[in-house]
Nanobody, 125 residues
Framework: QVQLVESGGGAVQAGGSLRLSCAAS????????MAWFRQAPGKEREGVAT????????YYTDSVKGRFTISQDNAKNTLYLQMDSLKPEDTAMYYC??????????????????WGQGAQVTVSS
């Protein structure tokens, strides 16, 4: 069983940076893919960035390309999301997700079987 615990959220002004961490209770290299999602009040949860654990191939949603970086540290069983040039529209609860299914598309919320509890990110203008 994989347990995911996010940390690193907080409040920052527009243009600032934050780094989210997601500590996994099991070896992350056993997962097929891991991802960060976010959900703003009144909106659906959306995928932000995905990493395929063994190949380290990454995928980003268009709105964060060039500003956010997803990475993993298998020795620490930790997933990261470096967020730079933050905008007020990045304000949301951010969730870490993981899946072991090698047939998974690793894109939508239904593609992931394991979730963290979330970390709040608030960006003020």
């Amino acid at each position: 069983q994989v347990q995911l615990v996010e940390s690193g959220g907080g409040a920052v002004q527009a243009g600032g940076s934050l780094r989210l961490s997601c500590a996994a209770s099991a070896y992350t290299f056993n997962t097929y893919c891991m991802a960060w999602f976010r959900q703003a009040p009144g909106k659906e949860r959306e995928g932000v960035a995905t990493i395929y654990t063994k190949s380290a191939r990454t995928y980003y949603t268009d709105s964060v390309k060039g500003r956010f970086t997803i990475s993993q540290d298998n020795a620490k069983n930790t997933l990261y999301l470096q967020m730079d040039s933050l905008k007020p529209e990045d304000t949301a609860m951010y969730y870490c997700a993981a899946d072991f299914d090698t047939s998974s598309r690793c894109r939508g919320t239904t593609d992931f079987g394991y979730w963290g509890q979330g970390a709040q990110v608030t960006v003020s203008s």
